[in-house]
């Protein structure tokens, strides 16, 4: 039986199967193709620069083993580096794979006895220049769940959280979807998560990155003919937060290589996590095939949060810098800032910063003025049921009427405008906009959203009802 590349590279690969964990086989092993075999020296295939780096800098050791044990003493291994070549035919290569005019090839020969030369990994974190193949979580550790206050407006994201936290990539939540307004503490979630999942599982490696820092990573590999390098680094991260992933709207270029690394983890039994401003239903210009995989896991929404969870978010953050105040103060600051957690936790700053800076004793008319400054200098997010209201007195009618089943013609068009108004200055999901819009699903906001932006453009009395309108919720 004559000695062929594949027969050589199947028996390595039977021995190197039975030496490491079965997920490394399948991640860095199957992808390599055996290309020939001449004398004491196998050519393999792998799928980029990177790749081989990673293969010299974790696996040199077995693959010695295991070629040595079929071609002798002598054996050599060399790669076959296959490249993306985005520039035509301009790289200065000789070689060509005949099947594709995309793609060059390289050869680079690497004697396997060779000691291992630690060699740099292109790892998007790095600075060029330093050496450092340690994959950094960016995680900010002030971001815990212990600081995570429940309440009714977050359990469901908080305890999806835990069970993810608990076992990454083993729950039905895989991706893990949070969404809500500004505020809400979606990035502290996602920290929250990942920091727990360092300290119980220390081995796994966690990255947390913004989608828009994603998208300029890849741009970058793009301009430097190393896209290849970039899917392949992002490939083997276990746990992988993205926040923000609204802004990948419209880029369809950056879509693209999230979708086949977001397939890559989650076959691969890894943990995603995401964050956006809004519901996958609510995403534009965001493809079909990627909504569709954010919805296999579980899409959970972070509220504004009620009275008594604004008090013990207040009482929380006293109690980590060490202040004592007042119960009525806190109250009276949270009853009055209600939008989100942010704007809570800068007002009790702010009315700290004033009482110690002036030397003033905390009182409700330090509270007052204080709460005053910050609600006028913040940009006020209308509530849904404001926004009824004020639809409703312009129209001269009330709400449960605005609310109600008739198809009056005036009554229809009031009932749109409020959902196109809810729409626009809420960060509320369509599904929440129509359930406290007289219990209508999604679809007939959207269509209420359309039908005012038709409307607006051809009849000048509706346009005159928008304007009007939308003067007074921006007042």
Not at 307 to 333: A, C, H, Q, W
Request: charged fraction near 25%; hydrophobic fraction near 35%; include cysteine.
């Amino acid at each position: 039986m004559s000695v062929t590349a594949q027969s050589v590279w199947n028996n390595c690969l039977v021995f190197i199967k039975d030496n490491i964990q079965p997920q490394a086989y399948k991640t860095w092993f199957e992808p390599i193709q055996a290309v020939k075999l001449t004398d004491n020296a196998l050519s393999i295939q792998v799928p980029s620069k990177f790749f081989y780096e990673w293969l010299e800098e974790h696996y040199v050791k077995i693959l010695k083993v295991s070629l040595t044990k079929e071609l002798g003493e002598k054996a050599k291994l060399v790669y076959i580096i296959k490249m993306e070549n985005t520039y035509g035919n301009k790289q200065p290569f000789t070689e060509k794979i005949p099947s594709s005019n995309r793609t060059t090839m390289k050869s680079q020969e690497v004697d396997v006895p060779l000691n291992n030369k630690n060699p740099e990994l292109r790892n998007p974190f790095v600075i060029p220049g330093i050496r450092n193949v340690k994959i950094e979580s960016q995680l900010n550790p002030n971001y815990s769940f212990e600081n995570f206050l429940e309440g009714d407006s977050n359990r469901l994201a908080r305890s999806a959280g835990l069970a993810v936290a608990s076992k990454p990539g083993g729950t039905s939540f895989n991706p893990l979807l949070i969404f809500g307004g500004v505020g809400l503490g979606k990035t502290h979630l996602a920290h929250a998560i990942g920091v727990d999942i360092k300290d119980k599982y220390p081995e796994k490696t966690v990255l947390y990155i913004s989608a828009e820092k994603f998208t300029q990573q890849y741009i970058d590999s793009v301009k430097k003919n190393n896209r290849n390098d970039f899917i392949h680094f992002y490939q083997i991260i276990d746990v992988l937060i993205i926040d923000d992933v609204q802004f990948l709207s419209g880029k369809t270029g950056t879509q693209d290589v999230f979708f086949h690394i977001f397939n890559h983890l989650h076959q691969n039994g890894k943990q995603v996590i995401l964050t956006s401003d809004k519901a996958p239903v609510d995403m534009q210009d965001i493809e079909q095939r990627l909504l569709s995989r954010f919805k296999w896991g579980l899409s959970a929404e972070l509220q504004t949060p009620d009275f008594e969870t604004r008090v013990s978010i207040l009482k929380n953050k006293l109690y980590r810098d060490g202040v004592d105040m007042p119960d009525d103060i806190i109250e009276y600051v949270a009853k009055n800032i209600k939008t989100n957690v942010r704007e809570l936790e800068g007002a009790i700053i702010s009315l700290i910063a004033q009482s110690s800076f002036n030397k003033k004793e905390i009182t409700i008319d330090l509270a007052r003025v204080i709460v005053e400054k910050f609600v006028k200098n913040t940009k006020r997010e209308v509530s849904i049921d404001y926004i009824q209201k004020v639809v409703s007195d312009y129209f001269q009618m009330d709400v449960d009427t605005l609310q109600s089943k008739t198809r009056k013609r005036h009554i229809v068009q009031a009932r749109q405008l409020a959902m196109f108004f809810a729409k626009k200055f809420t960060k509320a999901s369509l599904a929440s906009i129509g359930s406290q819009i007289g219990k209508r699903d999604h679809a007939t906001v959207l269509h209420a959203c359309k039908t005012v932006d038709n409307l607006t453009s051809t009849d000048k009395q509706f346009r005159k009802y928008v304007d009007d309108i939308s003067k007074k919720l921006s007042v």
